[in-house]
């Protein structure tokens, strides 16, 4: 940091607290949110940090001042917040930051229109980015990390501020996105239901009058919670949603939106293009959807084996594989086609014994008693019409459509 007078210090500092003061007086939204961004590494920001650091006694300043004093609860512990955060302590930032930010809350309500909705957003947004790295201090000095626990509370009663009616409902869904990202991170997505359930069932809320941008976060997060249930309609309803909604430039968002729509997709018998793989970096899932394009169960276990840390950290690795059962499918209706060619009258029996031919031909060490089972799960879950014949160890396709597409539907259902 360059060499700061104390005079130098002082003009910083007022001229912060004029224009604090100003942009709530003239309910100025886009100033204040400006006033208060505080992990986006402002400059203005930083500067007035180097200045506080400088100059210690900016608590005299605001209560000197009767424009200043009445957000003295605000601004007091702001100026705390940017000075530990300067200087890298970031358990005391946020800790000054929530204060203030509960400060904020108190002054919010008072305000008749939804004028600041935006700054409210900035704060929302600080309180959780703080949390975040004060728990990575605390962890990193052998200490619990407890912060973005904290953080969620606080999340909650700013939700139950803006939950009312009004102009400032508007402003919900914002924060019920955020609370999402505390609780997918702290591992409680549980708790994500009570938010849903006051967002999609209370009468007060009209989803279509909220921003695009919250629409589309909410749908990604709540399509997410539908792959953890194994709802795949209403994971592939809301997540399609998403896509469609999505910014077109925003390439990181559209990416992460289908690394849990394309295993929805491929649940319900949906397969992706290539294209769509390669120009949103998605190569994990190239090698699956070759398993299932080839009927090739050797390559798609090589595929979960290969990519298994990164399907498992996104919730995906189960969905993934129990398309074994529709690799399954896929083999055997290449052996059906191929026993067609050759001998048209007996291409509805497959024997086991060439179906294990066809997977030791794969390297899959697979018996007869195994395939036996594999074909009762495959019949009972109405990926191939037939039966099983025992004695003679051959299934019996039906002549009419023996491998139904799942069009849309999972396989479980």
């Not at 399907?311 to 896929?330: A, D, M, N, P, W």
């Not at 390297?363 to 003679?392: N, P, Q, R, T």
Request: charged share 25%.
């Amino acid at each position: 940091m360059a060499y700061l007078s104390m005079g130098e210090a002082h003009r910083r500092i007022n001229d912060y607290l004029n224009r604090f003061c100003d942009a709530v007086s003239n309910q100025d939204g886009d100033s204040l949110k400006r006033l208060l961004s505080l992990s986006s590494n402002n400059p203005s920001i930083l500067s007035l940090a180097d200045a506080l650091n400088v100059f210690q006694d900016a608590n005299r300043l605001i209560k000197q001042s009767d424009n200043y004093s009445q957000f003295g609860e605000i601004l007091v512990h702001l100026f705390r917040a940017f000075q530990s955060y300067r200087v890298g302590s970031f358990v005391d930032s946020y800790q000054a930051f929530e204060k203030a930010a509960n400060a904020f809350i108190q002054e919010f309500r008072n305000w008749d229109t939804a004028w600041a909705l935006q700054a409210l957003y900035v704060m929302v947004y600080e309180i959780r980015v703080l949390a975040e790295r004060a728990d990575k201090e605390l962890a990193t000095n052998g200490k619990s990390p407890e912060k973005l626990k904290g953080a969620g509370s606080f999340l909650m009663k700013v939700f139950g501020v803006l939950a009312g009616k009004g102009p400032k409902r508007v402003g919900a869904l914002y924060v019920t996105c955020q609370l999402f990202k505390v609780y997918f991170k702290l591992g409680t997505v549980h708790l994500c239901r009570s938010v849903i359930r006051s967002i999609e069932t209370a009468r007060i809320f009209d989803f279509e009058e909220f921003p695009k941008r919250d629409k589309v976060t909410y749908m990604y997060y709540t399509g997410r919670l539908e792959v953890f249930n194994e709802n795949f309609p209403a994971a592939d309803d809301k997540l399609s949603y998403a896509l469609k909604h999505c910014n077109p430039r925003s390439e990181a968002n559209i990416r992460m939106i289908l690394k849990y729509l394309i295993p929805v997709k491929l649940s319900i018998g949906i397969i992706p293009n290539d294209w769509l793989l390669e120009k949103y970096n998605l190569v994990e899932y190239s090698n699956v959807v070759q398993a299932l394009k080839r009927g090739d169960l050797r390559l798609l276990r090589h595929a979960l084996q290969e990519h298994e840390d990164r399907f498992l950290r996104s919730g995906v690795y189960l969905v993934l594989e129990k398309l074994e059962l529709q690799v399954y499918q896929r083999l055997l209706k290449k052996i059906y086609i191929i026993q067609k060619q050759r001998d048209p009258s007996k291409a509805h029996q497959l024997k086991l014994e060439v179906i294990v031919k066809a997977l030791k031909w794969l390297e899959m060490e697979i018996d007869v008693d195994e395939v036996e089972c594999i074909m009762a799960i495959l019949i009972y879950k109405s990926l191939v019409k037939g039966y099983f014949a025992h004695k003679s160890k051959v299934v019996v396709l039906s002549k009419q459509d023996p491998f139904p597409k799942l069009n849309g539907k999972p396989v479980n259902s």
